[in-house]
């Protein structure tokens, strides 16, 4: 019996009918990892282009101004290790052969949607190719 219930299963191994495959906790890492190394990217893009005086300077530094002021409306407060447990938009049973069943959105516990994450990241990309890091 597996008795290490504090740690995070990051491959389901294949079961009967069942696939396996990488965990959700596993994939909201890799997003986590590919999230900060793009917001590492318009950070140091943003600094680079402040340093010099003009227009674009400016406009780099409004850019960065509404990225923080997204990222400041995230309520780490509320997040509780909840991992797959949570609240969800659809359905959660446990249906006849035991097993429980849940659909729909999680709802994070820190204020956003998974949309909002989706906007930000799509932020994040704009601004990193309208100040150049494209190149």
């Known amino acids: 019996m597996?008795?290490?219930?504090n740690t995070i299963i990051y491959q389901?191994?294949?079961a009967g009918d069942e696939t396996g495959?990488?965990?959700?906790a596993w994939e909201a890492a890799r997003e986590g990892?590919?999230?900060?190394?793009?917001?590492?990217?318009?950070?140091?893009?943003?600094?680079?282009?402040?340093s010099?005086?003009?227009?674009q300077a400016a406009r780099a530094k409004a850019i960065w101004s509404a990225v923080?002021?997204?990222?400041?409306?995230?309520?780490?407060?509320?997040?509780t290790g909840s991992a797959a447990q949570g609240d969800w938009t659809g359905r959660k049973?446990?249906?006849?052969e035991g097993g429980k069943v849940v659909s729909g959105d999680h709802k994070m516990a820190n204020g956003l949607r998974?949309?909002?994450y989706d906007g930000l990241r799509r932020q994040i990309a704009d601004a990193i190719v309208e100040l150049g890091g494209d190149e």
């Open 2 to 5: 597996y008795d290490k219930l």
């Open 12 to 14: 389901y191994p294949q």
């Open 21 to 24: 495959g990488p965990a959700i």
């Open 33 to 50: 990892a590919d999230d900060y190394r793009y917001l590492f990217t318009l950070k140091q893009l943003v600094e680079e282009i402040s």
């Open 52 to 55: 010099r005086r003009g227009q």
């Open 68 to 79: 923080e002021q997204r990222l400041s409306a995230i309520d780490f407060g509320g997040s």
């Open 93 to 96: 049973e446990v249906v006849p």
């Open 114 to 116: 998974f949309d909002d």
